[in-house]
C-alpha cells in the first residue's frame, strides 16, 4: 500500500489527536497527517495540497462537515479523496445526510482503534 | 425546522426505570473505549455533585433537557492525559476540550440506547464552566438522573436533567 496523506477535521484538537493515533495502530504508511478545525480550514488544507484520505466530523463551528463535504467536491484535486465522517449523534440521519453528498462512510464517537481501522481499510485498498 | 424538533414538540419521551442503568453503562462505554479505563459506579454521596470542571450539553426535541458532568480538575486533567495519550501535564485548553467531548460522547451515547429516540433529540456543542464555587440550575421541570462514578479515586458525576 502507498504511503498516503491524511486530513483530519475537527473542532477538537484531542479527537484529532486521538484520530491521528488511531491510524498509525492501524499501521498505515502516513506520509503526513494534516489537521484542520472546522471545514473551512479543511478546504484551504485541501488546496494547497491533495489528501488521500479525509476524516471529517460533521458537527463544528464556522463550516460543519455536511458543508465541507459540499466544498470539497468542487476542488479538482480533491473529488474522487474519500472522506469518512466522525459524528456523536446517537442519530444516523445527519451522516444519511453525508452519504448522498460524497461521504464514503462513517465513525460513530466513541470508537476504537480497531473500528477506525475497519471502516478506512476498504477505502485504503483502493489506493493501492 | 429540523424535523427532529418538529417531532419534539409533538411528542416528548417519557423516561422509565431503566435510564439510570442505560446512563452508567453509556458512561462506562465511553470510559472503556476512549480511555481505556473502567469506572466503577459508586453509590450516590450525600453531598451531591461537585467539582471544579463541569461539562454541560444540551437535548433539544423529543428528548429535552441537559446533559453534564462534573469532575475534579484533578480527574479532569487525567482524562485528559489518557486522551492525549501522553504522561505531559495536559494544557487548560486540552483539559477542557477532553472533558467537553467525553460528556458529548456519553449524551450521544446514552441516547442511542434509547429505541426509536436517536433521531429524534438533537445534541448541543458542549460547553465547559470551570470555577469554585458555582451552581448549575437547569430550568427543567420534568425528571432527573443521577450518577457518581469513581475514576481513578476522582468523583466524576454524570447528570440528566429533562423537561417535563
Known amino acids: ?128 | 425546522m429540523n424535523p427532529a424538533l418538529t417531532q419534539g414538540a409533538q411528542r416528548r419521551f417519557k423516561p422509565d426505570g431503566s435510564w439510570t442503568t442505560l446512563l452508567e453503562t453509556a458512561t462506562r462505554e465511553v470510559f472503556e473505549i476512549m480511555l481505556g479505563t473502567e469506572v466503577a459506579i459508586v453509590p450516590r454521596p450525600v453531598e451531591g455533585p461537585s467539582g471544579n470542571v463541569m461539562a454541560v450539553v444540551g437535548l433539544a426535541g423529543q428528548l429535552c433537557g441537559v446533559c453534564s458532568m462534573r469532575f475534579t480538575l484533578e480527574g479532569a486533567g487525567r482524562i485528559a492525559k489518557k486522551m492525549l495519550g501522553t504522561d505531559q501535564i495536559a494544557s487548560e485548553t486540552e483539559v477542557k476540550d477532553a472533558v467537553g467531548e467525553i460528556c458529548n460522547m456519553v449524551a450521544g451515547n446514552f441516547k442511542a440506547k434509547i429505541s426509536n429516540l436517536a433521531e429524534g433529540c438533537l445534541l448541543s456543542a458542549p460547553t465547559v464552566i470551570t470555577g469554585s464555587d458555582f451552581s448549575c440550575h437547569p430550568l427543567t421541570d420534568g425528571e432527573s438522573f443521577e450518577i457518581c462514578a469513581n475514576f481513578e479515586d476522582q468523583r466524576v458525576w454524570v447528570i440528566l436533567e429533562l423537561s417535563g
Open chain 1, 1 to 128: 500500500m502507498k504511503s498516503i496523506r491524511v486530513l483530519i477535521v475537527d473542532d477538537s484538537a484531542v479527537i484529532r489527536k486521538i484520530v491521528g493515533r488511531c491510524l498509525r495502530h492501524a499501521g498505515i504508511d502516513l506520509q503526513g497527517v494534516m489537521q484542520a478545525s472546522n471545514g473551512m480550514e479543511g478546504l484551504a488544507v485541501i488546496r494547497k495540497g491533495a489528501v488521500d484520505l479525509i476524516l471529517s466530523d460533521i458537527k463544528m463551528p464556522a463550516m460543519d462537515g455536511l458543508e465541507f463535504l459540499q466544498g470539497y467536491r468542487t476542488l479538482e484535486n480533491a473529488k474522487n479523496t474519500p472522506v469518512v465522517m466522525i459524528t456523536c449523534e446517537g442519530s444516523e440521519s445527519r451522516v444519511v445526510e453525508a452519504l448522498p453528498a460524497g461521504a464514503r462512510g462513517y465513525i460513530r464517537k466513541p470508537f476504537t482503534p480497531d473500528q477506525v481501522k475497519e471502516r478506512i481499510a476498504p477505502l485504503l485498498e483502493g489506493l493501492r
